[in-house]
């Protein structure tokens, strides 16, 4: 008598209940679906039944849903039908609600659901288009072909074959689970087909990577009547994008405007991104900056700004990235590593400065960029600070990390703290190693260079180069033609003929005399600044015909200016 006690303290002047799952639920209803879920048998049951008889909030459909739920635990389903028959409430409302549910329930799962629908089939309660939706819903969260079968089936069997928002929903399902077959074979067979039923298969072939027959069903779309919206848009522009197919992307954009479609947001996005993708640079920026939504996609300007960056138009990307409103991290780091690697290294620890004034925390790509920065420019002071950044952080010292620090010290000529770093680096590799034999060949430490490349774990043909670049800088070709023979036999092939035939010119020829070289492969622009440098250290014209071009080095400039 205490839960009775305790339940008539509850206000009987309750509003009519409503079925909408989203209503507020009033603490009397509350109180009494928490007294439900507590009950483990009839005999508490009975007085929690007789107060929602007396006020009347039988009637309410959750609670209707949660003695429903009870009854179920018990498996006692003639004391349930006996009681909902004394009801105005329809049985299959009832269990529709159940059903919503335990489908809104975070702790449920869609099992429980399909263990209600089979109830709801036992024990002959009628399933209608609701009913259908709740389980298709629950195929989506948990998708199961033999239960996606099973629904299907017994909703053609119930007659909703031809209701169209229930295709579109069982479209959507095999959709989701990319069952083109399924998809295909509903949308031929149903005629009644509306811009959801075309979205729902052209978002399918899209998904499942088929971007140009996705393309081909837009003709077919307009042919059947069907007018597209933002959505149908925005799946075809995707596949333009990924075919790079810049005159049908046009031709859609073309359309939308003319049909006033919304092209804001995740269209506008789109748009944008397959202009980018296609190389039309410019016309992606004009159509981002023409808009005014704060909606758009900061992705979206920071790959544009990469797409000037990448192209080496950096002051196009500046002013893209100064009128940026929502700058992230990727938008800053996209910025400073597109000076980098254009050669505007003060313009790059600059922009890293004003970064921190914006108290924009910088992770480990964006420190290895200025890192990188400070050792081209050899500004050890402010590299050492960019260290602290590393160490301040908690960030773990190893692979890039670590092997960009070496590197860093070894062009500051800061070799005890490159070999220290080297010495504590986990999982060293060769870029390791050859960042500190670097380090040496700078510094002239020519000794301990030599020292330290026999005892390298590993070398590759930059360890090798490196090397023989060092002997040529000094002057010890004998040393030079020493390691070319041993590298010939080493499993590395060597691309340092033409340093060595400059090498041999240098030692057999008259101090007046040009050396002349042929070479069948294109020079790298490590050989090309050696040259240049040989040419001036030893005041010799080398001319040198590759396959592209002949090159004229002479008082440590050459002929190509630069450019082949």
Known sequence: MATIAHLSTISSSIPSPTVKATRSISDPTQQCISFLRSCSNTKQFHPI?????TTNLIRDPLIASQILQFFISIKDMDYARLIFSQQCMPETETWNTLLENQLQDQDGCPKQVFLTYYQMVCQGIMLDITTFHFLLHACCKDFDILQASEVQGRMMK???????SLNNNLMGMYSKD????????LFENFPDRDVITWNTVISCYVRLGLFREALDLFGKMLADGIKPDKITMISLVSACSKLRDLKMGENLHLYAEENGLDTSGSLLNCLV???IKCGEMRKAFKLLGSSESETTDVVLWTTLISGFVKIGDLTAARHLFNQTRKKNLISWTTMISGYVQGGFYSKSLELFREMRLENVRPDEVALLTVISACAHMEYSILGRSIHGLVVKYGMIIDGFLGNSLIDLYSKCKQLDLANKILEQLPGKNVVSWNSML????????????RIFFEKMPEKDEVSWNTMMNCYTKFRLFEDMFDLFREMQGSKVKPNSLTLLAVAFGLITTPTKTPIRIVNNLRMCSDCHSDMKMISQAYDKEIVLRENFRFHRFQYGSCSCNGHW
């Open 49 to 53: 039944h007789a107060h929602l008889i």
């Open 158 to 164: 119930s007659g909703y074959g031809i209701s169209r």
């Open 178 to 185: 990319g069952r083109l077959k399924e998809v295909r074979q």
């Open 273 to 275: 991104d397959m202009y």
């Open 438 to 449: 670097d380090g040496y060949c700078r510094s002239g430490e020519i000794e301990k260079a």
